[in-house]
Protein backbone atom coordinates (compact mmCIF):
# COMPACT_ATOMS: atom_id res chain seq x y z
CA UNK A 1 0.00 0.00 0.00
CA UNK A 2 1.74 3.68 -0.83
CA UNK A 3 2.69 5.39 2.26
CA UNK A 4 0.23 8.99 0.56
CA UNK A 5 -3.02 6.21 2.09
CA UNK A 6 -1.80 4.26 4.68
CA UNK A 7 -3.85 4.55 8.15
CA UNK A 8 -0.68 6.16 10.24
CA UNK A 9 -1.23 9.28 8.08
CA UNK A 10 -5.17 9.43 8.35
CA UNK A 11 -6.15 11.90 10.87
CA UNK A 12 -9.59 11.97 12.40
CA UNK A 13 -11.48 14.96 13.72
CA UNK A 14 -14.96 16.14 14.84
CA UNK A 15 -16.86 19.27 13.78
CA UNK A 16 -20.57 20.02 15.82
CA UNK A 17 -20.79 16.36 16.33
CA UNK A 18 -20.04 14.88 12.98
CA UNK A 19 -16.96 12.64 12.60
CA UNK A 20 -14.66 13.38 9.39
CA UNK A 21 -11.59 11.58 8.51
CA UNK A 22 -8.44 13.32 6.74
CA UNK A 23 -5.18 12.25 4.77
CA UNK A 24 -2.76 13.97 3.29
CA UNK A 25 -2.49 12.35 -0.36
CA UNK A 26 -1.69 13.46 -4.32
CA UNK A 27 -3.67 14.20 -7.07
CA UNK A 28 -2.14 16.74 -9.78
CA UNK A 29 0.28 17.76 -6.63
CA UNK A 30 -0.59 17.79 -2.99
CA UNK A 31 -3.97 17.36 -1.77
CA UNK A 32 -5.79 16.69 1.04
CA UNK A 33 -8.59 14.04 1.04
CA UNK A 34 -11.45 14.85 3.56
CA UNK A 35 -14.14 11.61 4.60
CA UNK A 36 -17.40 12.18 6.60
CA UNK A 37 -17.95 9.04 8.59
CA UNK A 38 -19.23 6.81 9.14
CA UNK A 39 -18.79 5.83 5.38
CA UNK A 40 -22.13 4.95 3.87
CA UNK A 41 -21.63 6.32 0.44
CA UNK A 42 -19.00 8.29 -1.60
CA UNK A 43 -18.95 11.40 1.19
CA UNK A 44 -15.13 12.31 0.37
CA UNK A 45 -13.91 15.95 -0.99
CA UNK A 46 -10.36 16.85 -1.95
CA UNK A 47 -8.54 20.36 -1.70
CA UNK A 48 -5.18 21.49 -3.06
CA UNK A 49 -2.72 20.96 -0.68
CA UNK A 50 -1.78 19.55 2.83
CA UNK A 51 -4.04 20.73 5.21
CA UNK A 52 -3.73 21.63 8.81
CA UNK A 53 -7.05 20.82 10.92
CA UNK A 54 -8.13 24.50 10.75
CA UNK A 55 -7.50 24.32 7.62
CA UNK A 56 -9.78 21.00 7.19
CA UNK A 57 -12.33 22.70 9.01
CA UNK A 58 -12.65 25.52 6.76
CA UNK A 59 -13.02 22.62 4.26
CA UNK A 60 -15.90 20.93 5.92
CA UNK A 61 -17.68 24.08 6.88
CA UNK A 62 -17.49 25.40 3.18
CA UNK A 63 -15.46 28.63 4.05
CA UNK A 64 -12.54 27.81 1.34
CA UNK A 65 -14.01 28.59 -2.32
CA UNK A 66 -11.32 26.00 -4.18
CA UNK A 67 -13.07 22.93 -2.27
CA UNK A 68 -13.19 20.19 -4.89
CA UNK A 69 -15.73 17.15 -5.12
CA UNK A 70 -14.01 13.64 -5.61
Do not use: C
Not at 37 to 66: F, K, Q, S, Y
Amino acid sequence: MPAAISSDRRQPIELDGKRFLFQHGYRFGKVTYITLLPITRNMTVWAAGHLTPEEVEAVVRGDNPWMLEG
